[in-house]
């Protein structure tokens, strides 16, 4: 598929879903370090976003346990 480089071999695992909150936590303290060299201000304001991926991913994982 055009997105086996971000999935990876799990799509026929059916392990997809868990896979992708954790891969955009990890670009997003990438980017949060990546922006902490350039200005500090940036990648505090990164921090609201984390919190919020941070949320969605515990609200699906609740939906999702829930309704397997």
Do not use: C, H, K, Q
Not at 1 to 7: A, S
Not at 37 to 52: G, K, M, N
Not at 58 to 68: D, E, G, P
């Amino acid at each position: 598929t055009d997105n086996w480089w971000l999935f990876g071999p799990m799509i026929g695992a059916g392990l997809a879903a868990p896979a992708v909150p954790r891969r955009l936590a990890l670009w997003e303290v990438l980017a949060l370090v990546a922006f902490w060299r350039v200005s500090r201000v940036a990648s505090l304001l990164l921090l609201p976003y984390l919190a919020w991926l941070g949320f969605a991913t515990a609200l699906t994982a609740a939906i999702w346990s829930t309704a397997s």
